[in-house]
């Protein structure tokens, strides 16, 4: 199976997240209706690649559009399905080593409880795809040529600047130098920041990666100036007060409202209505800051989605609440399934315990200890528990439900951010149809089982929301193509070979031409008007040494052929050609194939290094 897509709106919190979503979208692929078309560099536009052929477009037998608007739709429905509903679990033994030797008869899904049939099912090994069998030529004529070393990994480190204390920061920011000092040279890594001001695209520079390290600080959205608010009320706190009506957190900020202002008595019967309101404040610009922060989030998995190869996101956060927000997070790791990302966590608070008896540097609390006594148990300590734990969840429901990890209690962020930056060696991918399913919205609780008897650990999604509204098929399908275009994934479902050519118009300028050899004997034909008729869409796209895609080509391929002209004249089957113009240096090129009939991909890869 190769990437399974199903059901597939990004939160904005403000003119930081625009300014940084417009970041992020730079260089990013963007699948139009029946082309595909890609933000290109000044220097490396996209050239205009008309089909070079020299089988039967003369007959009428076959013919080739570089814009397949009518016909994208037919030629790319290969496995979509609006209601199908992607799982990612990892299943570790008892030592805790991942196990990748089990069958889709080993395991059972359940929706709401009820059984559930396993339609999709994939085993992945998170090792670097093996290179594709390609040659590539000089000027001169073609020959085999040494694989140059592409990137195969690509981490996405995504610091909560909006949450993270300076302590917190400190900390993390010294075991992430530790790790970028580490990267292998077919990794790439990149540093975002949940405010957007501290941003570095992927590469495997580690200077700049540093100096973008160096260059991180808190950036709260509230709060500063040094000046301790009276009453001290946190966006736990202020959503108990607002939205849970808890008459115990209104009452504990009501005294805190009294001892911190000193309120003369008189006054003290209004404290509650002005507690109300400050609680509403809070609440209002924390749930600005978590949304800027899943905003971001679902930002980041749109960026890494544009590269080729494993993708895995570091989410570096003390945790955040997100009151009313469940939809959205829920929706990202559909969104990081279907692109194949891994989400994974680590709670930049380490070992966390809660101060007994109150925080002393916060002078606004009304029950601070009295020395020399025992710390009490005080409603704010309650607090303060309640909250490190409803905070995590966050960080918890996006590892477990994409397949990562989350490290938290621990101190030791050099192993945290180690065992992060590593995906699970073994992963399975599990899809289902639910029946009869509502377009409502409403949560399902989800739980992924094994069949087999022993000490298993099995981590997974615990639930999804249904969608909201039917998506297009059609839409879906292209999603579809875009996703295997920006895999590295090797597949072989259909009979296609890669050649790469170049030749050097002048020291800084080459034309590089990629040609896919298509055994068209070997596919599976329609007989209609004493023809055999099948569509395929071929899809060019070249990357630069990090990554990044800078051009690529569709094109829809429609053959009628009769059957004399596939017995006796297309032995060597049919090439199409793609062009590109390109400066010296070293790329990677990746062809995609699907035909309408069986419905069959072919990905292969090429490198090529032109001095």
């Known amino acids: 199976m190769g990437n399974p897509t199903g059901i597939p709106r990004s939160l904005r919190g403000g003119r930081l997240i625009e300014a940084y979503a417009l970041f992020l979208c730079l260089g990013f692929a963007l699948f139009t209706p029946g082309r595909l078309s890609v933000h290109a560099s000044a220097q490396q536009q996209a050239p205009s690649t008309p089909a070079n052929n020299s089988q039967q477009e003369s007959s009428g037998e076959m013919a080739v559009k570089d814009d397949a608007s009518s016909s994208i739709s037919e030629a790319a429905r290969f496995r979509v399905n609006v209601h199908l509903v992607l799982a990612r679990v990892v299943v570790r033994d008892s030592s805790g080593h991942p196990v990748g030797s089990l069958h889709k008869e080993d395991f059972e899904i359940f929706d709401n409880g009820k059984p559930q049939v396993i339609s999709d099912f994939d085993v992945e090994h998170a090792e670097p795809a093996p290179a594709a069998t390609a040659s590539a030529s000089t000027a001169g004529g073609a020959q085999p040529a040494v694989k140059p070393e592409f990137p ?22 010294e075991a992430a130098h530790r790790r970028l000092d580490a990267l292998a040279p077919t990794d790439r890594a990149a540093i975002f920041s ?20 160096n260059r991180l600080q808190p950036r709260p959205i509230s709060g ?93 956060s003390p945790g955040f ?48 200890p009295i020395p020399g ?17 409803v905070q995590q969840e966050v960080l918890s429901v996006l590892a477990n439900g994409t397949g990562g990890n989350f490290f938290r209690n621990n101190n030791d962020m050099n192993e945290g951010l180690r065992r992060l930056a590593e995906s699970p060696e073994y992963y399975y991918i599990l899809g289902f149809t639910p029946q009869n399913l509502k377009t409502d919205g409403k949560f399902h609780n989800l739980k992924v089982t094994l069949k087999a008897q022993g000490k298993y650990d099995v981590q997974a999604r615990r639930g999804y929301f249904a969608p909201r509204k039917v998506d297009d098929p059609a839409e879906a399908a292209k999603r579809e193509i875009q996703d295997e275009v920006l895999s590295s994934e090797v597949l072989h479902d259909l009979p296609v070979a890669l050649h790469t050519q170049f030749f050097k118009a002048a020291d800084n300028s080459a034309k590089l031409t990629v040609m896919a050899r298509i055994d068209v004997k070997r596919l599976h034909y329609k007989q209609a008007d004493n023809r055999n008729q099948n569509e395929l869409t071929v899809v060019t796209a070249v990357f630069d040494r990090n990554g990044n895609m800078l051009q690529a080509n569709e094109k829809l391929v429609q053959m009628r052929w009769k059957s004399e002209t596939l017995q006796s004249k297309l032995s060597s089957g049919i090439t199409l050609k793609s062009s590109f113009d390109v400066k010296p240096g070293r790329y990677m090129v990746r062809v995609v194939t699907r035909d309408t009939e069986q419905q069959l991909m072919s990905a292969e890869n090429g490198a090529v290094e032109i001095p």
Do not use: W
Not at 334 to 350: E, F, K, P, Y
């Open 194 to 213: 949940t405010s957007g001001q501290t941003v570095l695209d992927f590469t495997d520079d580690r200077a700049k990666l540093h100096e973008t390290l």
């Open 321 to 368: 609440l997100t009151p009313d927000l469940e939809y959205e997070y829920y929706d990202i790791v559909d969104r990081a399934l279907r692109a194949q990302v891994v989400i994974n966590s680590l709670d930049a608070r380490g070992l966390y315990a809660p101060v007994p008896g109150g925080d002393a540097s916060s002078s606004g609390q009304a029950d601070h």
């Open 152 to 173: 195969v990994r690509f981490v996405a480190y995504l610091f909560d600047d909006i949450h993270l204390s300076f302590q917190d920061l400190a900390s993390v920011r």
């Open 373 to 389: 006594q025992p710390n009490p148990i005080t409603p704010h300590v309650i607090f303060d528990l309640q909250q490190e734990s």
């Open 224 to 316: 500063g100036g040094g000046i301790d608010p009276c009453p001290p009320i946190s966006f736990y706190q202020a959503d108990q007060i607002v939205n849970k009506k808890n008459a115990d957190a209104l009452q504990t900020a009501v005294n805190d409202y009294i001892y911190c202002a000193n309120l003369p008595q008189q006054m003290v019967t209004t404290a509650g209505p002005e507690v109300e309101g400050m609680a509403a404040a809070v609440l209002t610009t924390g749930e600005h800051e978590s949304r800027i922060a899943l905003g971001v989030i679902h930002d980041t998995i749109r960026r890494i989605t544009a590269m080729p190869g494993q993708r895995s996101i570091v989410l570096v």
